[in-house]
């Protein structure tokens, strides 16, 4: 018999909150192609403000707020990495390399993961290759994971 509660199903105001983000974001126009085009040829300071302010946003706020219990499916604490906690070399490759893939994917598509939803629903039906492609990826890190260096 399985003892594992069902997951609760989202609340409306999640909802509603989530299609409130996306709606900032589209007018904000940060899942704008050409927004971002313009980030990476550091031609225009639009998209670097947006993210800095996120970065002051979530550094205040992981100094202010407890972090939430995050049990796992089946009820366990989750595990945390400890961010000081570095490959054997001790030059931060995990994170530099890591980052240059992800800035690489999103330098290519135009968008970053979080806004594909968001362009996906806008109407942008191509993005739905680079969801494809970046569920490809998260599917091949798990399978590569214990292969990989930690």
């Not at 594992?4 to 904000?28: E, M, Q, S, W, Y």
């Not at 947006?50 to 796992?72: E, F, K, M, N």
């Not at 993961?113 to 970046?134: D, E, H, R, T």
Request: proline share 9%.
């Amino acid at each position: 018999m399985n003892n594992r509660p069902a997951p609760a199903p989202a609340p409306a105001i999640d909802i509603l909150l989530g299609v409130l983000f996306g709606v900032i974001l589209t007018k904000a126009e940060v899942i704008s192609w050409f927004r971002i085009q313009e980030m990476f040829r550091f031609e225009a300071f639009h998209m670097f403000g947006i993210i800095g302010s996120a970065i002051a946003v979530a550094a205040v706020s992981r100094r202010l707020l407890p972090p939430p219990p995050a049990p796992t499916l089946c009820g366990e604490p989750t595990p945390t990495a400890d961010a000081s906690a570095d490959d054997q070399t001790g030059r931060g490759t995990r994170f530099w390399l890591g980052g240059a893939i992800f800035g690489l994917g999103w330098a290519l598509t135009g968008a970053c993961p979080g806004p594909l939803f968001i362009l996906i629903g806008g109407g942008i039906s191509v993005m739905v290759v680079a969801l494809a492609s970046a569920l490809a990826g998260t599917w091949a890190y798990g399978y590569l994971r214990s292969r990989l260096p930690h």
